[in-house]
Nanobody, 116 residues
Framework: QVQVVESGGGLVQAGGSLRLSCAAS????????MGWYRQAPGKQRELVAA???????NYADSVKGRFTISRDNAKNTVYLQMNSLQPEDTAVYYC??????????WGKGTLVTVSS
């Protein structure tokens, strides 16, 4: 059993910053990759950023230069620093943890609301 829990969402004005955290716990031998997805109302879930255990990162074009993903392997935790937030960043942000053999676990999401 693996649990993934996000925290750090909230309401922020345009141009502001937020830092999301996500911790995975339970029966974990190794986490290969962790990432953040988001889903805005009426839209499909999309990748925001991902990071491998070795530190390689991948970002959606829409967040490059504004968001930074980082990871603490010892704590099975991933962070998303979000700067220069815009109203179009408003969404529920979901964290995922990819374990061996294709096992992917999701958190329940944390809401980020950016007001104009």
């Amino acid at each position: 059993q693996v649990q993934v829990v996000e925290s750090g969402g909230g309401l922020v004005q345009a141009g502001g910053s937020l830092r999301l955290s996500c911790a995975a716990s339970g029966s974990i031998v190794r986490i290969d990759a962790m990432g953040w997805y988001r889903q805005a109302p009426g839209k499909q879930r999309e990748l925001v950023a991902a990071i491998t255990s070795g530190g390689s990162t991948n970002y959606a074009d829409s967040v490059k230069g504004r968001f930074t993903i980082s990871r603490d392997n010892a704590k099975n935790t991933v962070y998303l620093q979000m700067n220069s937030l815009q109203p179009e960043d408003t969404a529920v942000y979901y964290c995922n943890a990819d374990l061996p053999y294709g096992m992917r676990y999701w958190g329940k999401g944390t809401l980020v609301t950016v007001s104009s």
